[in-house]
């Protein structure tokens, strides 16, 4: 009876029928959530919300998000919104595969890595703001991509420093954890949006993540 009640406390933690994500395929936050459930083996709801088409400003989504951004975690009458309370959501409530480790020390890197990608790298990922009047008034005519550029590459520069210490097969050591699955999705999007050579010698040393 104790192995029975055991495996249906297990399946309960493994079942996740209620969970619905409502993401944008291209936002690099989006990404996190869609890593950190799959990374938890976690079944979702996959729900589309098309950020070109401005879908965001339904009222529907606005019910969800009154900020109508993605992405944005139901499970079911909970509601969470932004990439790094619905990891930390996750984490407390579905506790399979740790993306936080037990070690202060880590757990508490992992968290400082993630605040930066947040604060200080993600936004200026949106080229709305990059091309803005008010960013081009401040560094000049077509200079806005430019501005975003280096910025960018110093928010990763302050990044490795941080790892330096710990970064091996992974950004804080051997294992995968949440510090990863920010950075990931960042990586991508700087060479994919901003051609920002992620390899160059310069930028990063060979044993860290990026």
């Not at 709801?45 to 139901?74: C, D, H, I, W």
Request: hydrophobic share 45%; glycine share 4%; with cysteine.
């Amino acid at each position: 009876m104790e192995q029975l009640n055991n495996q249906n406390q297990r399946d309960t933690m493994n079942s996740s029928p209620e969970l619905v994500l409502y993401n944008f395929s291209h936002s690099s936050c989006s990404w996190r959530v869609r890593f950190a459930l799959n990374l938890k083996g976690l079944d979702y709801e996959y729900k589309a919300v098309n950020l070109a088409k401005g879908e965001q400003f339904s009222t529907e989504f606005e019910k969800l998000n009154p900020l109508r951004y993605v992405p944005v975690l139901v499970d079911g009458d909970v509601v969470v919104s932004d990439s790094l309370a619905i990891l930390l959501y996750l984490e407390e409530k579905y506790p399979q595969r740790a993306l936080l480790p037990d070690d202060p020390r880590r757990k508490a890197l992992n968290l400082q890595v993630a605040s930066v990608v947040c604060s200080s790298i993600q936004p200026l990922h949106m080229l709305a703001l990059v091309v803005h009047k008010s960013i081009e008034e401040k560094v000049g005519p077509g200079e806005g991509l430019l501005w975003a550029q280096s910025s960018i590459e110093k928010g990763f520069f302050a990044l490795e420093k941080l790892v330096k210490d710990f970064a091996t097969s992974f950004a804080t050591g051997e294992a995968l954890y949440m510090a990863d699955v920010f950075l990931a999705p960042q990586i991508a999007t700087v060479v994919m949006r901003f051609n920002i050579d992620m390899l160059c010698d310069c930028l990063c040393s060979p044993t860290s993540l990026f």
